[in-house]
Each structure stands twice: as C-alpha cells, then as structure tokens.
C-alpha cells in the first residue's frame, strides 16, 4: 500500500523478541523496512537457562523476508550491550520497545526475596538499562520512540503476582517521567499493558481464551506508537483480543479541611462519602494538576470555624444546582385563597388575586416566596443539602424572611432559581443560616429575590461571626397609621399546605405533638402573606404592582383559628412598617417588620432585539444558501399544514432545545403549531446540538444512536419521541430554495407572516375579513382589544394573528394570547349567538397566555 505507515531507515531494539509478543513486534516493524535488533537471552519464563536459538529463528525469518535484522543474546542487564549492537549494525537507534519478562507467581507470604528480585531486576532495572544507553543518542539526534510494558497485574493487582504488580506498575511511573523529559528532544514515551496468548500466559489462561489473545492484535499499536507520525506522549494503554484502550487516573473531587482548624478520624469517617464519591470526579494529568485542591486550600486562608452541625468552610457560598419551576392562574388564586384573600366573595379587591377572568387580576407578591421554599423542603425530603450544614429538619426555624419583586409576577410562567448560602452567624446557643435565590423568568431577566434565614438551634458557639446585632424596622412609639385584622380558618393550614409546603407539622396532629404543640400550627409564610395582603390593602388600595419587597422576623406560633392583627405605621410614600399580633393571646408573631413600595409599576425590561419569531429568516451572518434549523422548522411547519393528519395521529407538544448556536422551538402537533421559544408546556423535551438535529432531519443521525450515546436528551414522555420520522420527510427543495435567498431576504419579516397561510376554512375567513374591515374604520375597537391575539381555529384548521387593527393570516409566537375554538363557535361569537365567558367555561374555548384576553372578544360581534 502506498500510504502505509512504514518504518525505511529506522532501528528498532525490540528486547524479549525470540517468541510470543517480542516476536510479533519485531516481525512487524522489519516488514514495514525498520532495521530489528532480536534481543533474547533464550531463557524459560521463569528466567532461567539461556540459548541463542529463539532470537536467530526470528532473525533468519525477518531475512527471509527480506528484511534486515541482527540477534543480540544479551540480558537486559546489560542495556549497553544491547544497544552497542544496534549502533554496530546500524549506526543508530531510534526505537526501543522494552517487551522483555519473566513471571515468578507465587502468594505473598510463600514469595522469596530472590523471586521479588529476579522480577525487578528484569523488569524495571533491565527496562532502565536499554532505555539508559539508547537515550543519549536519541536526545542527540532529536527523535526517539520508547515503548514500555505492563500489565493489568500492575493496574489493578492480581492474586499471587505482588513482584510482577510492583514491577509492571513501576515502568508506568518511569515511562510517565521519560515522557515529559523526552518531550522537548522528540523523543515520545508510552507504555502498552497487553493480554495475549504467550509463555506467561499459557499457565494461567484457558486454552480457548489463548486463542482469541494473539500477539498479532497488540503489535500494531506498538507499531504506531513508534512511528514518526505519532506524537501522544505520556500515554497508557490496554490491548488485546481486538480491543485498544487508553487509560487515565480518575480520583474524586474529595473533601478539604481548611488549615488551622484541627481535623481527626472522627471527621475523616464523617466525610467519607465525600471522599470516596465517584459521582463528583477530576482526571489530574500532572502533578501540578494534582496539587490544584491543595493549593488552593493553602491560599483559601485560615478555616472560619463550625462544629459539628455547621462547618462554614464548606457551606458558605455554596452555590445550590439550578432548579426550575412552573405557575399559573390556578396556583396564585389557590394561594391567594390560603392567605385569607376572599373570606367576602364580594369584596373586589381580593378577588383580583383569586378570580382568574377578572380584568384586575394579579399575582399576589407574596407568592414568590413559594416556589423557593417548595424547592427547599423538596431537596430536604430527598436528602440533599448544602456541604457542611449536617443538621435535619428538627433543628430548624424560619426566623426571617426578605422577599423582593423587580417587578409585578406575570400571571403564569416557568421559573429558574439560582440558590447560595449567602451568610452563616454564630448566635451562641444557636447558628443563623441565610440561604439567597435569585429567581428568572423564562427570558432569563431577574424576576425575585429571597433570603430565607434559618435559625439552628443549639449549632453555635464556635467562636464566630455573631452577624448584624441592631433592631431594624422598629415600631414607632405612637398609635397605628392602619390596623387591619382576619380571623383565619380553623382548616387554614390545611388550605395553605396545597401550595406545596408539605410539612407534617401544619397537618399531623400525632406529629405536631411530638413537637410539643397542642395542634398543629399555621404556617410561618401564610402569616407572612396575611401581613402583605393587608399592606396592599391599606396603602395601595390593593394594587399588588406597586409592591418591591418584604422583610419579616416570626416571633411566635400561630394556631388555625386565631384573629391576626396587623398595625401599620406609614413612614413614608414608599415605606411602611409593621407587626403582626394574635388578637386572642395578645401575642406578636410578627415583628421588626417593613414593606417597601414602587411609586410607579416596574415594567419588564425591552428587548435590545426583536422579539424571537418562528419565522426562519437566517441569523445576521448567516451564508447565503445555508440551510438553518430556523428554515428546517419553518419546512416542518408547512409539511404539517399540508398533512394535518400527521399531528392529528401523534397529538404531542415537543419542545427542541438546541445548542451551538442556542435556540428553543415548539412543535405543538395538538395545535398543528410550529413556534420559536416555549408556547404551550411540553410533553416531550429534546436537547441535541443544532448539528446533531440537522443531521437527524437529514436522514444522516438515527435518533436512538444518539440517545444511547448521550448526545440526545430526552425528558417527559420519551416513547413520544418515536413519532417524529416525519421529520425526514420534510420538502428540503423548498428549504434549499429559501437559503438560496438569504441576501435578498428583507432582515425581519412581518411576526404575522411566520407560517403559511391556513387551509381555506367554512366561516372563519369571512369572520376575520369583516373583523379587519371594522378594526380599520374603527380604531377604537382596536385600542380595547389592546393585545397582539393568535387565533387557532379548528373543523376546518386556519391560523389568524390580529395585531392592533392588522388582520393577517399565520401565526404569530410572541402573541399575548393563543385563543383555540372551532370554526363553528368562532361563527357564533360573531354572530352573537355564544358567549366567551360560557365558552371557556365548557371547554370550547382554550386560552393560553393572557387571559383577560378573552373578556374583550366583544369586538369579534358583528364581524
């Protein structure tokens, strides 16, 4: 072949070569025109004897051949020797594959100081020897090849074989070192650790096994390693039996004491999952990559203290893995309903927090305390916590909470929290522990802030931080600006516990009663969202938008049943303070408390860039005639408007996150629906590479290879993910078509315009046609509808955006609100003859989004 790895002009020293491996090495290096010194001292296996036959038998093989190749009968002891053969024959040496061994097995406690000896001398003191004398010339003339053998012996240890483990592991130490020091004179070291039928192995493995290990499968590694193309330094390898495998060290990412803080075996076993856990691990590949956690150690400075409960070193700024989680209108007015809101179903300012159709509704702020607080009692439920806080849930009280909002809660949305330990404080008979989130919305822009403060009891007194010492938010000494009071329900626990917080102490009587309580007790937080209420209520007149945050100290238990009395102070236009008594104890439960207030609403914050559309116009320097994911979804979307049966037979919402570049899309096959971003929850979630999905929508990836291999994630309902073939078929000409156009493509295309038009439908585009005209020549009628609103319109299927007084048909993913009812009922509204409200109470009128929306569709009347 002529393009074979050859080897014409160099000498290769192959020690142990008169049978089993060194044989093979050396037949196969002087086949590809290396010069072969055949050294073997002709001993047995054990080492003894010695003749000159085995190593002329592969020299007069390697000639008859025709190649060139000298014997060297020496022993490995005598490197020197060896080497001066090469340099005599050949005038150089460039390869030295040190193959040569004995075994000497016997158990440890039966073994001999002359069976160790024999071994190391063999082994690793005549592996010294050749390479020794071999290594001046190879540095001289810039260039060298150094193989080394071990074993699995040495790796992993081995029954019997404690000489030959020390050995075989000591070469991979010594060849590691070469490395590094040959790397500079091109001289590249590595060590092979084989499995193949040979006379060291013939007595320890089955026949049949011998012939499935020949030598013949371990020479072309060794072969490429020597030759001048490779330049892997430094590596270890297992091969055999067809198999060839590179090695590395593995070590978990352990566990450190900080100096100046004494540790002892007591500490080590307490640690000990840490330090063994494989799951959290590091590959090191040097010493100074070794030294790294110890380093950084020395420079962290002097520990901060702990005990036994607490060890601040470990857990303060830990950073919590991030987690998410989802609301909606349900949620809030459940919520809204577990604080007291409603107790009078007429009273309209509350029901602005718990009747999702009303135009006024609104999240409580309060309510963003909930999904972190849920978070933390789920991830204690499962064990998990931050490192060095070793304490349970029977230690613990809430004593403070801040909860700050940069702006009003949407009605629904996905949430992201990023959780740390912000602050630890030694009290003395107890610790504080102050736990920060910051919660995003879905768009990634900061959303919530929370600091949850835990007091620890009897988890201080090691001498530290005592934390901020002055009262804050004091009362003062005058009467209330406001006092507002509600007597809660004797079950208002068990309605508050349906917004997540599980714990049996709110519920359990048997349980509340191990705890020394008569009953159980009301939450700590559903107090703290009956003092909000009543701020809102007093000084905004309810208007939960101007709220920017809430701090609160829990000064004393609160029983279902009991009166709460709020006496509010105003400090000024943005501040008041407050506490929270219980009427019937005359208890406060609630103190050193404030609300702080926005004098205008926060508004979310404006995109620098459009809003994210599903249209598939390429991103800026995108090449001309490339195609995209964006053009690919575009293409699914209008396979599916041609084939509405392929979505009505799968009937799932998937949700494509890619990668390099980023991007989300939603294939909603419920709704025949192609969107960029999240515009309906997912029953199927699929995170890939953007290389990846467009080589699985090219035929060329099978999904199920990349799942197995772990560049394909699949979450929800994953045998849902089997449906997707039809995304082969997609019309690539079209897609190819549309790429083609890149540079003549206006830069954003009209949001209405992303998808084609719909199927021509009985009644709907006459409905549409007369809402536009209407919408046009009244403008008023489009200031009420005030929203951009999808229209999803099913028996027959179509698609319309209405924009201001913009009628178009497609679909539009940045709508305010998606409206999904039928052609018939979209007819009737119309007419006159249906009303939205009865609509959506049945069920004939789906509304995601915004869904005041729907109050307004009065203006589709007369359309």
């Known amino acids: 072949m002529a393009d074979e790895l050859r080897f014409d002009g160099r000498v290769a020293i192959v020690t142990g070569a008169g049978n089993g491996l060194g044989r093979s090495h050396a037949l196969l290096l002087a086949k590809r025109g290396a010069k072969v010194v055949v050294n073997d001292l002709g001993g047995s296996h054990t080492g003894g004897g010695k003749s000159s036959a085995a190593a002329d038998a592969v020299v007069a093989e390697i000639v008859a051949g025709g190649g060139e190749a000298v014997a060297n009968y020496d022993s490995v002891e005598d490197g020197a020797s060896i080497v001066k053969s090469a340099i005599d024959a050949f005038g150089r040496v460039d390869i030295v594959v040190n193959n040569a061994g004995i075994l000497r097995d016997v158990s440890f406690q039966k073994m001999t100081a002359d069976d160790w000896d024999l071994v190391y001398r063999v082994h690793v003191l005549g592996a010294y020897r050749v390479t020794a004398a071999a290594w001046p010339y190879m540095r001289e003339q810039k260039y060298g090849r150094v193989v080394f053998t071990s074993s699995a012996a040495g790796i992993y240890g081995n029954f019997g074989q404690a000489n030959y483990s020390m050995a075989k592991l000591g070469v991979v130490g010594f060849a590691s070192t070469l490395a590094l020091e040959g790397k500079k004179n091109n001289v590249v070291v590595n060590t092979i650790a084989p499995i193949a039928g040979s006379r060291m192995t013939e007595t320890v493995l089955p026949k049949d096994l011998l012939e499935s290990l020949k030598p013949e499968f371990v020479s072309p590694l060794v072969a490429w390693l020597c030759h001048e193309s490779n330049s892997d330094t430094g590596g270890l390898f297992e091969v055999g039996g067809g198999f060839i495998g590179k090695l590395r060290w593995e070590r978990t990412q352990g566990t450190v004491f900080r100096l100046g803080r004494a540790f002892g075996p007591d500490q080590v076993k307490a640690r000990w999952g840490e330090i063994t856990d494989f799951g959290k691990s590091e590959h090191p590949a040097s010493v100074t990559e070794s030294m790294a956690p110890i380093m950084a150690n020395v420079e962290a400075g002097p520990s901060k203290g702990g005990n036994e409960f607490i060890d601040v070193d470990l857990a303060l700024g830990y950073q919590f893995p991030e987690s998410t989680s989802r609301y909606d209108e349900r949620d809030l007015a459940l919520y809204a309903l577990g604080v007291g809101a409603s107790r009078n179903p007429l009273d309209t300012t509350d029901l602005h927090y718990t009747y999702e159709l009303d135009e006024g509704f609104q999240a409580l702020p309060t309510y963003a305390v909930v999904p972190v607080v849920n978070g933390i009692l789920d991830a204690g439920r499962r064990g998990e916590t931050a490192p060095g806080l070793n304490f349970g849930l029977d230690r613990i009280l809430h004593g403070e909470q801040y909860t700050e909002l940069l702006r009003p809660l949407p009605p629904k949305q996905k949430l992201t929290h990023r959780s740390r330990v912000k602050a630890i404080y030694d009290k003395g008979k107890g610790a504080v ?345 009244n403008p008023a009628l489009a200031a009420e509808l005030g929203a951009v609103v999808q229209f999803n319109v099913t028996g027959p299927d179509g698609q319309w955006v209405v924009d201001g007084a913009k009628v178009t048909p497609g679909r539009n993913s940045a709508a305010a609100a998606f409206l999904t009812l039928s052609d018939e009922d979209l007819a009737a509204l119309a007419a006159g003859t249906a009303d939205a409200k009865a609509l959506f109470q049945h069920g004939r009128l789906r509304v995601d989004g915004d869904v005041r929306v729907a109050h307004r569709l009065g203006v589709l009347k007369n359309s």
């Open 433 to 777: 522990v102050v736990n920060e989130t910051k919660t995003f919305d879905e768009e990634g822009e900061l959303l919530a802030i929370n600091e949850v403060t835990t007091f620890v009891r009897g988890a201080g007194a090691w001498g530290g931080d005592r934390g901020p010492s002055a009262e804050v938010n004091v009362p003062p000494d005058r009467a209330p600006d406001a006092v507002l009071e509600d007597k809660t329900s004797e079950a208002q626990a068990l309605l508050y516990r349906l917004s997540g917080d599980w714990n049996p102490l709110h519920a359990d009587p048997g349980f509340a009663g191990a705890f020394g309580y008569a009953r159980p007790i009301l939450h700590g937080l559903c107090s703290f969202g009956y003092a909000g209420r009543h701020v809102l209520k007093a000084f905004t007149g309810g208007d939960a938008r101007r709220f920017k945050s809430i701090k609160v100290r829990f000064a004393d238990t609160v029983f279902p049943g009991e009166t709460l009395v709020t006496e509010m102070w105003k400090e000024s236009e943005t501040r008041v303070v407050f506490r929270c008594k219980v009427k019937e104890r005359d208890k406060v439960v609630i103190s050193n408390a404030a609300v702080e207030l926005y004098t205008e609403v926060p508004q979310k914050k404006s995109k620098a860039s459009a809003p994210a559309s599903a249209s598939a116009a390429p991103a800026a320097g995108a090449a001309p005639g490339k195609i995209t994911s964006g053009l690919v979804f575009e293409a699914i979307g209008a396979y599916l408007t041609k084939n509405p049966d392929v979505a009505a037979k799968v009937g799932t919402v998937f949700q494509f996150k890619l990668t390099a570049p980023a991007s989300q899309w939603t294939l909603d096959l419920k709704l025949n629906q192609v969107a960029r971003g999240e515009t309906a929850v997912p029953e199927c979630t699929l995170e890939l590479s953007d290389a990846d999905f467009m080589a699985m929508t090219e035929g060329k990836a099978n999904p199920m290879k990349l799942f197995t291999s772990g560049k394909l994630k699949i979450s929800g309902n994953v045998m849902a993910s089997q449906k997707l073939d039809f995304l082969t078929k997609i019309d690539r000409k079209a897609m190819e078509a549309a790429a083609a156009g890149v540079v003549a493509a206006p830069a954003a295309a009209p949001a209405a315009s992303e998808a084609p038009a719909p199927a021509a439908s009985a009644r709907a585009p006459e409905v549409f046609k007369a809402l536009a005209d209407r919408l046009a020549a």
